[in-house]
């Protein structure tokens, strides 16, 4: 079993910065891939980014240059830090884990809150 625990939202101005942390725990060898996904009220859940097999990166386009994706091994911990934040990027933020990132294959924390003001 593999257990996913995200940290470090919060309520931030615009062109600032959050660094998030998701925590893995468990049987941690299983999982080839971390994403983190953002739901905003009202609307899709929505990728923002992802790492595979610990170094092959993906971004969403609106994310790409002000969101970084980067894996401690050492700490068993995947970090996504967020500069440049605009309101727009208001949403709970979810980390999943998994052999893939779908939702059968995948286990999912229960989210962090990221609130951007103007």
């Known amino acids: 079993q593999v257990q996913v625990a995200e940290s470090g939202g919060g309520l931030v101005q615009a062109g600032g910065s959050l660094r998030l942390s998701c925590k893995l725990s468990?049987?941690?060898?299983?999982?080839?891939?971390v994403g983190w996904f953002r739901q905003a009220p009202g609307q899709r859940r929505e990728s923002v980014a992802s790492?595979?097999?610990?170094?092959?990166?993906q971004y969403a386009d609106s994310v790409k240059g002000r969101f970084s994706i980067s894996r401690d091994s050492a700490k068993n911990t995947v970090y996504l830090e967020m500069n440049m934040l605009k309101p727009e990027d208001t949403a709970v933020y979810y980390c999943?884990?998994?052999?893939?990132?779908?939702?059968?294959?995948?286990?999912w924390g229960q989210g962090t809150q990221v609130t951007v003001s103007s």
């Open positions: 468990g049987n941690i060898l299983r999982i080839n891939m």
């Open positions: 999943a884990a998994g052999v893939t990132l779908r939702e059968d294959q995948s286990v």
């Open positions: 790492i595979i097999a610990g170094t092959r990166k």
